[in-house]
């Protein structure tokens, strides 16, 4: 949830700095931008372990932010 936070707390200057995008978010940090959201998802997991960062639709109004949420379940 920090991660998050930082992301909601920061976003007016994130969008100044990247612009419209999908940042990948690791320990309050900015680790990747990407145009599209599989690109982001597909790039950070190559160097991250799942589940260690958060991918975020980069917008300029708050309102327009859409919370998603994935989960990788196994059912035996």
Known sequence: MDDYKYFIDNLDAL???YGHCFLVIK???VIGTYNRMDAA???ARKTEPIGTFIIQ???DDP???VLS???NVAVA
């Open 15 to 17: 969008y100044k700095e």
């Open 27 to 29: 320990n309050q940090q």
């Open 41 to 43: 998802y597909d790039e």
């Open 57 to 59: 639709e980069c917008v």
């Open 63 to 65: 309102e327009k932010l």
């Open 69 to 71: 949420f994935q989960s």
